[in-house]
């Protein structure tokens, strides 16, 4: 089993930053690879990001060149720094592992964290 847990959510205005980070404890860190998704109310869960074992990674269309992901496997923790913030942006944003390689698709997802609310204000 793996746990995960984000943090670093909250209430910013259009243009500004957040940083989120996602803890994992339980099984050995280093192997999985790392995504981050998010959720808006009434609508899909969709992919925002996502990192290897090795540091490889790929980006949403969306949010690619705004966002960027890293992982400190020495502290069992992923990131997502956020710039250049939207209102489209606003959602509960998930942290997952899995086994596999660099995935967009949340059904091959092991685990998932329980999420973190991201408001963004116009």
């Known amino acids: 089993q793996v746990q995960l847990v984000e943090s670093g959510g909250g209430l910013v205005q259009a243009g500004g930053s957040l940083r989120l980070s996602c803890a994992a404890s339980?099984?050995?860190?280093?192997?999985?690879?790392m995504g981050w998704f998010r959720q808006a109310p009434g609508k899909e869960r969709d992919f925002v990001a996502a990192?290897?074992?090795?540091?490889?990674?790929t980006y949403s269309d969306s949010v690619k060149g705004r966002f960027t992901i890293s992982r400190d496997n020495a502290k069992n923790t992923v990131y997502l720094q956020m710039n250049s913030l939207r209102p489209e942006d606003t959602a509960v944003y998930l942290c997952?592992?899995?086994?596999?390689?660099?995935?967009?698709?949340?059904?091959?997802?092991?685990?998932w964290g329980q999420g973190t609310q991201v408001t963004v204000s116009s």
């Open positions: 997952a592992a899995t086994y596999r390689r660099l995935s967009e698709v949340p059904t091959f997802y092991n685990y």
């Open positions: 990192i290897s074992w090795s540091g490889g990674s």
């Open positions: 339980g099984r050995t860190f280093s192997s999985f690879t």
